[in-house]
Nanobody
Framework: QVQLVESGGGLVQPGGSLRLSCACS????????MGWYRQAPGKQRELVAT???????NYADLVKGRFTISRDNAKNTVYLQMNSLKPEDTAVYYC?????????????WGQGTQVTVSW
């Protein structure tokens, strides 16, 4: 199955920016949807942004206009550019891949990367 490895998390001050990366172990051409989700302490995991194999994007209302998801198929990597960060953006951010393999739907997750927005 596809392996996903996130990087780029860290501590940033409110109003700052971070760029997360998700490296995919194989070509992304066969992956229907790549996405970023996040989970804050005591809360359920929630959608942040997704991008299809045709580069159609979708964003949660809370991040629209601040976050941008993109993909580099040559590098098998998906990015999440996060600007104007707020303390409420603090969470573990997970990369996700949804695709079909051998006619079976697959839903793979990375290990997550911590983002902390604080003074």
């Amino acid at each position: 199955q596809v392996q996903l490895v996130e990087s780029g998390g860290g501590l940033v001050q409110p109003g700052g920016s971070l760029r997360l990366s998700c490296a995919c172990s194989e070509s992304m051409f066969s992956i229907n949807i790549m996405g970023w989700y996040r989970q804050a302490p005591g809360k359920q995991r929630e959608l942040v942004a997704t991008i299809t194999s045709g580069s159609i994007t979708n964003y949660a209302d809370l991040v629209k206009g601040r976050f941008t998801i993109s993909r580099d198929n040559a590098k098998n990597t998906v990015y999440l550019q996060m600007n104007s960060l707020k303390p409420e953006d603090t969470a573990v951010y997970y990369c996700n891949a949804k695709y079909y393999r051998d006619f079976i739907f697959r839903d793979n997750w990375g290990q997550g990367t911590q983002v902390t927005v604080s003074w």
